[in-house]
């Protein structure tokens, strides 16, 4: 039988090659939000006898979240960078047989988180042969070590340990964060689901004067909470369910609760909560914080309440006659979320938003908005409708949703239906435009100093890989 000719030889030979290319440097790795993926293509270079070469390929996509909770990944907003550093042949074999367990540690390091380069996240943690994979576990008997979860919070960010576990059941407590550690903070849940419904833990003040939770510091390095229950029993209090401060603080699958007229509130903060339940009595969101909310569910009780009432601050000083500070706004976005009259109330005229001050921007997109929303949406009053704030309705539906409301609500908020319009508030950008000491600075482009910081990354991931070598060494030995 006669060969193929050489020349289709070479064309199936580029074709594989281009989509083994394709397959693992394009595809898979824009699925993940903070990727440093160390490649088995180890065959692809080899220097000296005595030596590999270990690509390191760091993507870095702008949405500094899970990916699980997020439905629009916009490629263009991944960054790649590409170091080689080298190891011994010996080495490099024990890395190549656990490549599988180096993969999960790199992507879940500690040396990222204390770096700032990714917003906290929630893939499974797996105690490899990693201090920095161990976790802390809290029980309502205290029988793990710990019975508050404030002080194990506290322990783990001043000790390293980068996971708080906490068993079923009802804390009564005022947790504080007041150290600056990423941590990251995982209740129990039944089956296993992450969805709220079924959380398992629940964080009470007990009818108390204080919130929930508190954050005592604005120099956070993230903490992370996810399927945990936030309740404020005191029906007078305003202290809400979360004073919140500092930036990249993030809630997954949590439900807030307050009988009180507050539910967050704070000082200047940034953070993201996804497919959460918040409710209270009336500013549901309050004060100074940028919010991106995503796939929750929202409402709130009372008649005449408002679902936002935040204000934006100024940054800087005036050093000379005639200059003046900036203005950075707090910006609420609800995306695809459901803002819902709750069962068994009949309470109406509910704002979507109201200023407490100028720079007060809201964004509900692709939310549904129930009947008992007020026909302007926003509240009506000179400081709501000050020209420095911002009220946007994109694709919201519901008896309460713009289309059933045009004439109202036209003076009062911004109908948008070209989604280019939007691009200031997606997840991407939303992050980098927040009051200065809260943003986040997620972008590499052309900056050296990025540049540098992600080889001092390289460098350290190089260092983690050497210890773990000598303990994948053993376990080789261990399990002859």
């Given at each position: 039988?006669p060969?193929?000719?050489?020349?289709?030889?070479?064309c199936?030979?580029i074709c594989?090659?281009?989509?083994t290319?394709?397959?693992?440097?394009v595809?898979?790795?824009?699925?993940?939000?903070?990727?440093?993926?160390?490649r088995?293509?180890?065959?692809?270079?080899?220097?000296q006898?005595?030596?590999?070469?270990?690509?390191?390929?760091i993507?870095?996509?702008?949405?500094?979240?899970?990916?699980?909770y997020?439905?629009?990944?916009?490629?263009?907003?991944?960054?790649?960078?590409?170091f080689?550093?080298?190891?011994?042949?010996?080495?490099?074999?024990?890395l190549?047989?656990?490549?599988?367990?180096?993969?999960?540690?790199?992507?879940?390091?500690?040396v990222?988180?204390?770096?700032g380069l990714?917003?906290p996240?929630?893939?499974?943690?797996r105690?490899?042969?990693d201090?920095?994979r161990?976790?802390?576990?809290?029980s309502?008997d205290?029988?793990?070590?710990?019975?508050s979860?404030?002080?194990?919070?506290?322990?783990a960010?001043?000790n390293?340990?980068?996971?708080?576990?906490?068993?079923?059941?009802t804390?009564?407590e005022?947790?504080?964060?007041?150290?600056?550690?990423?941590?990251t903070?995982?209740?129990?849940?039944?089956?296993?689901?992450?969805d709220?419904?079924?959380?398992l833990?629940?964080?009470?003040n007990?009818g108390?004067?204080?919130?929930?939770?508190?954050?005592?510091?604005a120099?956070?390095?993230?903490?992370?909470w996810?399927n945990i229950?936030?309740?404020?029993t005191n029906?007078s209090?305003?202290?809400?369910l979360?004073?919140?401060?500092?930036?990249?603080n993030a809630?997954?699958?949590?439900?807030?609760t307050s009988?009180g007229?507050?539910?967050?509130?704070?000082s200047?903060?940034s953070g993201?909560?996804?497919?959460?339940?918040l409710?209270?009595?009336?500013?549901?969101i309050s004060?100074?914080?940028?919010?991106?909310?995503?796939g929750?569910?929202?409402?709130?009780t009372?008649?005449?309440a408002?679902?936002?009432?935040?204000?934006?601050?100024?940054?800087?000083?005036a050093?000379?006659?005639?200059?003046?500070?900036?203005?950075y706004?707090?910006?609420?976005?609800l995306?695809n979320?459901?803002?819902?009259?709750?069962?068994?109330?009949?309470?109406?005229?509910?704002f979507?938003?109201?200023?407490?001050g100028v720079g007060?921007v809201?964004v509900?997109?692709?939310?549904t908005l129930a009947?008992f929303i007020a026909?302007?949406?926003?509240h009506?009053d000179?400081?709501?409708?000050?020209s420095?704030n911002?009220?946007?309705?994109?694709?919201?539906?519901?008896a309460?949703?713009y289309s059933?409301y045009?004439?109202?609500?036209a003076?009062?908020?911004?109908?948008?239906?070209?989604?280019?319009?939007l691009?200031?508030?997606?997840i991407?950008?939303?992050?980098?435009?927040?009051?200065?000491?809260?943003a986040?600075?997620?972008?590499?482009?052309?900056?050296?100093?990025?540049?540098?910081n992600?080889?001092?990354?390289?460098?350290?991931v190089k260092?983690k890989?050497?210890?773990?070598?000598e303990?994948?060494?053993?376990?080789d030995?261990?399990?002859?």
């Open positions: 039988m060969s193929s000719p050489p020349y289709l030889q070479l199936i030979c594989v090659c281009f989509c290319f394709v397959i693992f440097f595809i898979y790795p824009t699925r993940s939000c903070v990727n440093c993926f160390i088995a293509i180890f065959d692809f270079f080899r220097t006898s005595a030596f590999y070469c270990i690509n390191f390929r993507d870095i996509q702008a949405y500094p979240v899970d990916n699980q997020f439905n629009r990944v916009d490629p263009n907003n991944i960054q790649h960078l590409y080689v550093e080298w190891f011994p042949i010996e080495q490099f074999r024990v190549c047989r656990h490549s599988y367990r180096i993969e999960h540690l790199i992507v879940n390091s500690i990222f988180k204390e770096h990714v917003f996240n929630f893939h499974q943690v105690h490899f042969f201090r920095d161990d976790t802390i576990t809290v309502p205290g029988s793990t070590g710990y019975a979860i404030g002080a194990a919070i506290a322990y960010q001043t390293g340990y980068s996971v708080v576990n906490i068993l079923a059941g804390y009564t005022n947790v504080i964060i007041s150290k600056t550690a990423a941590v903070v995982v209740g129990e849940t039944t089956s296993g689901s992450s709220y419904s079924a959380n833990v629940t964080i009470s007990g108390g004067p204080s919130a929930p939770l508190t954050f005592n510091t120099a956070g390095q993230g903490v992370a996810k229950n936030f309740i404020n029906s209090s305003t202290a809400g979360v004073y919140l401060r500092g930036s990249k809630f997954y699958s949590c439900a807030f009988t007229s507050v539910g967050f509130t704070g200047y903060a993201i909560i996804a497919n959460s339940y409710e209270a009595a009336d500013k549901v004060s100074y914080a940028s919010l991106y909310i995503y929750s569910t929202i409402t709130a009372n008649k005449n408002l679902i936002v009432y935040n204000k934006g601050a100024a940054y800087g000083l050093r000379r006659i005639g200059t003046a500070s900036t203005l706004n707090s910006t609420v976005v995306d979320c459901n803002v819902i009259q709750k069962t068994g109330y009949s309470n109406t005229n509910v979507l938003a109201a200023a407490n007060s809201v509900y997109r692709d939310t009947g026909g302007s949406g926003v009506v000179p400081t709501t409708q000050d420095r911002e009220y946007i309705e994109f694709g919201t539906s519901g309460g949703g059933n045009v004439s109202t609500r003076a009062y908020v911004s109908w948008v239906t070209d989604v280019m319009a691009s200031a508030y997606k991407s950008v939303f992050f980098t435009t927040c009051y200065p000491t809260v986040l600075k997620l972008f590499i482009g052309s900056n050296a100093l990025h540049v540098n992600f080889r001092v990354i390289s460098f350290l260092s890989l050497e210890r773990l070598y303990l994948f060494r053993l376990f030995e261990y399990c002859k």
